[in-house]
């Protein structure tokens, strides 16, 4: 990310997180606290996201009739017949 798409932030926080991030500046898994923050923010949000999607999803099975809960079986399998089919690995 550029500095000029970057915000200033000031804060403190709890010891433990602050060891947690400089570990990441150390390992290289991110070039300064600034990155280590937002590599941890992302994964945040990522898990957040992953989260609303998994209530959304059981939330929309569980207001399905027994009917619509059948088909959406029968479309399930299908797709799943027909993607077994499919060689992902081979090159267009």
Do not use: C, P, Q, W
């Not at 947690?20 to 990155?35: D, H, I, Y």
């Not at 999803?57 to 009917?67: H, K, N, V």
């Amino acid at each position: 990310m550029s500095k000029a798409g970057r915000a200033k932030l000031s804060t403190t926080i709890a010891e433990e997180n602050y060891r947690f991030l400089t570990t990441l500046v150390k390992s290289g898994k991110a070039e300064s606290l600034a990155e280590a923050v937002d590599e941890v923010v992302e994964d945040f949000r990522k898990n957040e996201n992953r989260r609303r999607l998994a209530k959304a999803t059981s939330e929309y099975f569980d207001s399905l009739s027994s009917e619509e809960l059948r088909e959406e079986r029968s479309l399930t399998a299908s797709m799943h017949d027909m993607a077994k089919r499919i060689d992902f690995d081979r090159e267009l």
